[in-house]
């Protein structure tokens, strides 16, 4: 008989633990409070994963029940998380999209009067939701090109001694990723018309330049797309130059270009400019070691803080005063926030240009662990 209770315990505390975790993708987390769904696009750009952690425990800490789940870059697997979240009674749902795919499920969101928070990509074609916060990325592009304006003293350049660059871009799948390279051209384009810049493959002037721009995107920002490209441009179009420069989007493509430049003999001793941006810790590593040379600071902890504010706010019906963050609209920079079907309320965080001199300051500023400045020889 004693046998039979505690088989029969054992399965009741084994249900309740499995019932009580139901849809939560972490053990634990907040109370039995308002419900917020958080939605990340992939987990190959690391950046997403510390988003995802971040989102979560801010979440808690204002006492909602929290859930973050990641979409491995498949729009239909995140479609179908965001229904969970529907299902399980979301009052929020933060959502990094990984195309426009997600206006379907955000239109079911709407349906359900369920907020939606467009969280450092635009949700593209959808009126549906009100609110999205990211950082100022044409200022983020604009960071990449003073990058390389001073890596090469292009101040000092001219058409009789010109430099060789060549163009990568993020995906063309993420609105970001135009606004990232045309905040890079905004500073590099009148070297090129002057010809102290000469640029060695595809040269869209802007991201408008279609053709050219599907030329040099990056798929889904996979490294090995970006690695291949440069491989071939090595010994293609850039064969018989050496490369001063390369325009790379984030750091995830910036290690992968810089990985294909150290298997040619050429840069051997001497690797082109390569910008980037998230300071993941191993570029961090990699720029504090020589090696990249730039990326840009966008204190994802603050974002994610910022959107849980927002969250708190739209949630209680409140006008949202988010700080550390601007109102586009009221910095002239409305058009941040046209989803192509309505102008949302878009907020943005100002990001920091990270050199060697100042590669610390993403640690100085918390945003990164004992642990991962150790496994990243960040000493
Ligand atoms: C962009 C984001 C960048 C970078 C990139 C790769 O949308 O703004 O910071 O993370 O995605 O995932």
Same mark, same amino acid.
């Given at each position: 008989?004693?046998?039979?209770?505690?088989?029969?315990?054992?399965?009741?505390?084994? %249900?309740?633990?499995?019932?009580?975790?139901?849809?939560?993708?972490? #053990?634990?987390?907040?109370?039995?409070?308002?419900?917020?769904?958080?939605?990340?696009?992939?987990?190959?750009?690391?950046?997403?994963?510390?988003?995802?952690?971040?989102? #979560?425990?801010?979440?808690?800490?204002?006492?909602?029940?929290?859930?973050?789940?990641?979409?491995?870059?498949?729009?239909?697997?995140?479609?179908?998380?965001?229904?969970?979240?529907?299902?399980?009674?979301?009052?929020? @749902?933060?959502?990094?999209?990984?195309?426009?795919?997600?206006?379907?499920?955000?239109?079911?969101?709407?349906?359900?009067?369920?907020?939606?928070?467009?969280?450092?990509? @635009?949700?593209?074609?959808?009126?549906?939701?009100?609110?999205?916060?990211?950082?100022?990325?044409? #200022?983020?592009?604009?960071?990449?090109?003073?990058?390389?304006?001073?890596?090469?003293?292009?101040?000092?350049?001219?058409?009789?001694?010109?430099?060789?660059?060549?163009?990568?871009?993020?995906?063309?799948?993420?609105?970001?990723? =135009?606004? =990232?390279?045309?905040?890079?051209?905004?500073?590099?384009?009148?070297?090129?018309?002057?010809?102290?810049?000469?640029?060695?493959?595809?040269?869209?002037?802007?991201? #408008?330049?279609?053709?050219?721009?599907?030329?040099?995107?990056?798929?889904?920002?996979?490294?090995?797309?970006?690695?291949?490209?440069?491989?071939?441009?090595?010994?293609?179009?850039?064969?018989?130059?050496?490369?001063?420069?390369?325009?790379?989007?984030?750091?995830?493509?910036?290690?992968?270009?810089?990985?294909?430049?150290?298997?040619?003999?050429?840069?051997?001793?001497?690797?082109?400019?390569?910008?980037?941006?998230?300071?993941?810790?191993?570029?961090?590593?990699?720029?504090?070691?020589?090696?990249?040379?730039?990326?840009?600071?966008?204190?994802?902890?603050?974002?994610?803080?910022?959107?849980?504010?927002?969250?708190?706010?739209?949630?209680?019906?409140?006008?949202?005063?988010?700080?550390?963050?601007?109102?586009?609209?009221?910095?002239?920079?409305?058009?941040?926030?046209?989803?192509?079907?309505? @102008?949302?309320?878009?907020?943005?965080?100002?990001?920091?240009? @990270?050199?060697?001199?100042?590669?610390?300051?993403?640690?100085? %500023?918390? =945003?990164?662990?004992?642990?991962?400045?150790?496994?990243?020889?960040?000493?």
């Amino acid at each position: 008989m004693k046998k039979l209770f505690f088989a029969v315990m054992a399965v009741v505390i084994v %249900a309740g633990t499995v019932f009580a975790g139901a849809g939560s993708d972490n #053990k634990g987390g907040g109370s039995g409070g308002t419900f917020v769904g958080i939605a990340m696009p992939e987990t190959h750009v690391l950046r997403w994963i510390k988003d995802g952690a971040s989102l #979560k425990k801010f979440a808690e800490a204002k006492g909602f029940r929290a859930q973050d789940q990641y979409a491995n870059a498949d729009q239909n697997l995140q479609n179908t998380q965001i229904q969970n979240f529907l299902t399980q009674g979301a009052k929020a @749902i933060i959502i990094g999209c990984v195309n426009d795919g997600v206006a379907a499920a955000v239109a079911d969101a709407a349906r359900d009067k369920v907020t939606v928070i467009a969280y450092d990509r @635009i949700i593209p074609n959808s009126a549906d939701y009100d609110y999205y916060i990211t950082f100022n990325n044409f #200022k983020v592009g604009q960071f990449q090109g003073q990058g390389i304006e001073r890596g090469l003293d292009l101040k000092s350049a001219s058409a009789a001694a010109p430099k060789y660059i060549t163009l990568f871009a993020g995906s063309p799948t993420d609105g970001n990723a =135009f606004f =990232f390279f045309d905040g890079a051209m905004s500073v590099l384009n009148p070297y090129i018309e002057s010809g102290a810049l000469i640029v060695v493959g595809p040269y869209p002037k802007t991201s #408008k330049d279609t053709a050219n721009f599907q030329r040099i995107a990056t798929e889904n920002w996979q490294a090995p797309v970006a690695k291949t490209r440069m491989e071939n441009l090595l010994n293609g179009d850039a064969k018989d130059v050496t490369l001063d420069a390369v325009l790379a989007p984030n750091d995830t493509l910036a290690r992968a270009i810089i990985e294909a430049c150290k298997a040619d003999a050429k840069y051997a001793s001497k690797l082109p400019i390569v910008t980037g941006q998230d300071a993941e810790a191993a570029s961090t590593a990699s720029i504090k070691n020589g090696e990249q040379y730039m990326t840009v600071f966008k204190d994802t902890t603050k974002l994610a803080e910022a959107a849980i504010a927002l969250a708190e706010a739209a949630v209680k019906g409140a006008t949202p005063n988010i700080p550390g963050a601007v109102l586009a609209s009221s910095i002239g920079l409305e058009s941040i926030g046209d989803t192509g079907r309505k @102008i949302v309320r878009a907020y943005l965080l100002d990001p920091v240009i @990270i050199y060697r001199e100042n590669w610390k300051d993403p640690v100085n %500023a918390g =945003f990164y662990t004992q642990e991962e400045i150790d496994q990243n020889n960040l000493k």
